[in-house]
């Protein structure tokens, strides 16, 4: 849905990929679970990138503006005490009690193999936890952290998800821009907190309609090591225009953080939230997006 949504309005950006997976998962314990997977995908965009293929020749270095990647990954989850839907080979995470669900992922891209450009590794480790807060509520966050050792274009590294629709997604920051920051090592921290009942029961006509109020806060620290950064130095001009600014694959100083607050009304009609996210901090950075309205759908049980 948030990719269906990312196609509204001037559509910019563009790319084909295809992409082509074989993968292999078990559960070798209750709780813990196993996944190896052989990827290739290509990535073939429609507006101006170029990276350098040689980025110690500097400006003389040849350039190339697709790539095809190739690469295996392991990933270990583990997930103590989870409550689960299971249909057939389909299993729908419901929650889990008192320790957070882990993931760690170990990706290998191989030159050479069904045509891969790029020999790298990436490590990413993932932490999810839902918990209840006494009588305040209950929150949930995402810390996630990932790191690269290798040389790479902006997209194979660790481009941080921006939104620029008007709906909520959870994974994504709300007031960043599409590719507007990437990274190679980087540690990041998305925070929610729904206050049930705790506020507006209080109120007698909203303690009738059972809205809840919500908050988030979503922060990223990150860097890009120069070598990153030649390799598509003085190259890459994506959609030479109005849109520049957003799409210059960017770093975030090292030290300081991307930060966005937000808040909101939860349970309309028993589906339906509204949030207000504030940027606050890289403030002066292009054309940035400091406040947004936002709207999603929300199921719980």
């Known amino acids: 849905m948030f990719y269906a949504f990312t196609r509204w309005g001037a559509f910019s950006g563009a790319f084909y990929r295809r992409e082509t997976e074989a ?15 052989a990827n290739t995908r290509s ?3 429609l507006f101006r990138f170029q990276y350098r293929l040689s980025p110690e020749m500097g400006v ?10 190739s690469f295996i990954t392991l990933e270990a989850r583990f997930a103590k005490n989870e409550t689960f839907i299971m249909n057939g080979n389909e299993k729908v995470t419901l929650s889990t009690r008192r320790i957070p669900v882990l993931t760690f992922k170990y990706q290998r891209g191989i030159k050479g193999f069904l045509g891969g450009n790029f020999d790298y590794e990436r490590f990413t480790l993932k932490a999810y936890q839902s918990f209840r807060v006494g009588k305040i509520g209950r929150s949930d966050y995402t810390l996630m952290a990932g790191y690269t050792p290798s040389n790479l274009p902006a997209p194979l590294l660790f481009p941080h998800l921006g939104n620029e629709t008007l709906f909520f997604v959870r994974s994504a920051f709300s007031t960043m821009n599409y590719f507007e920051f990437v990274s190679d090592q980087y540690v990041s921290l998305q925070y929610n907190h729904n206050f049930d009942g705790l506020l507006f029961n209080r109120i007698p006509l909203i303690k009738k309609l059972k809205w809840r109020f919500i908050t988030s806060t979503n922060m990223v620290i990150g860097s890009q090591r120069a070598s990153n950064k030649e390799i598509m130095k003085d190259v890459n001009n994506p959609l030479k225009s109005k849109f520049l600014d957003r799409y210059a694959f960017d770093a975030l100083e090292p030290g300081k953080p991307y930060v966005e607050a937000g808040y909101g009304i939860d349970n309309i009609f028993k589906i339906f939230r509204i949030q207000a996210f504030h940027r606050l901090s890289y403030l002066n950075h292009g054309t940035p997006q400091t406040f ?6 929300n199921v719980s049980f």
């Open 43 to 45: 990535f073939d965009p």
């Open 23 to 37: 993968f292999f998962t078990t559960e070798a314990t209750k709780g813990i679970t196993f996944t190896a997977s």
């Open 60 to 69: 003389n270095s040849p350039v190339q503006d697709y790539y095809q990647d």
């Open 292 to 297: 947004r309205l936002m709207a999603s759908i």
